[in-house]
């Protein structure tokens, strides 16, 4: 009896260890791709759950998803993305706004001041310009709007240059394939850009801070329902909403 209690709860301690370590897989938009790690880690710190992103732009994961790729939680660049997966039923619950993202004009050529980026946008000098696909991304979305109400759409539409998510727009303003672009402000407030090239502010008046959101998919309330939820928590906790905040973006 003694060596079978003692076996039931080496059995209990054993999966419980497992429940504790298991892995999350997140879809994570591309803007949130420089914050995620420092989100992982005191996720970790906080839980004992492990979290594992894939970065892509929010349109892109959403048909990914309704294909049926196993993603545990979705956190999207918008609401309108997850919102649609819930439609769908593939998750758990209508998604709410974790953050709101910030839009600036970027650029790493030393002879352009991005201050003033109505006027040199439209300088024969610059060729490219950088901006998110916005059929696929939420931040290139607001981009194109805030062009449209500066009239400079129509003018640099030519210049144009659609990165498939913001990650590879970022590519092609950090690697100056283009002269300038409108990028995300939690990439260069991240360690990893400060202090690359110029930027400014996008005003407000321009556009809409974006509200994003995020949800647990149908996968993962079957096969990680614990730590998915444990992960929903923290991101709408005090420590995650502190690191978000460092990142740039405003909080609901």
């Given at each position: ?71 545990d939680v979705f956190i999207s660049a ?106 995300a402000k939690s990439v260069v407030v ?42 929903m928590d923290f991101l709408y906790g ?15």
């Amino acid at each position: 009896m003694k060596t079978h209690r003692l076996l039931t709860c080496l059995c209990f301690i054993t999966s419980t260890s497992a429940a504790v370590a298991d892995t999350l897989t997140i879809a994570v938009a591309a803007n949130v791709q420089y914050a995620f790690d420092d989100l992982a880690s005191a996720f970790k710190a906080e839980t004992g759950h492990d979290a594992k992103a894939s970065f892509n732009s929010s349109g892109k994961f959403v048909a990914q998803i309704m294909a049926g790729a196993p993603f545990d939680v979705f956190i999207s660049a918008d609401m309108t993305f997850p919102e649609k997966l819930h439609q769908q039923g593939l998750a758990t619950a209508a998604p709410k706004p974790y953050a709101y993202g910030g839009l600036v004009v970027w650029t790493l050529h030393p002879d352009l001041d991005p201050a003033n980026w109505q006027t040199v946008m439209q300088q024969p000098t610059v060729r490219k310009i950088a901006v998110a696909n916005p059929k696929t991304a939420p931040y290139g979305q607001e981009a194109m709007k805030a062009l449209a109400q500066s009239k400079l759409d129509e003018v640099i539409k030519t210049k144009l240059v659609f990165g498939e998510s913001i990650a590879q727009t970022n590519q092609y303003i950090a690697n100056r394939v283009a002269d300038i672009g409108i990028t995300a402000k939690s990439v260069v407030v991240s360690p990893e850009m400060a202090g690359k090239g110029r930027w400014v502010d996008l005003p407000k008046s321009l556009y809409q801070p974006i509200p994003q959101g995020a949800v647990i998919l149908k996968h993962g309330a079957a096969k990680q329902p614990i730590a998915s939820q444990a992960w929903m928590d923290f991101l709408y906790g005090p420590t995650a909403r502190a690191i978000l905040q460092r990142y740039g973006y405003l909080l609901p």
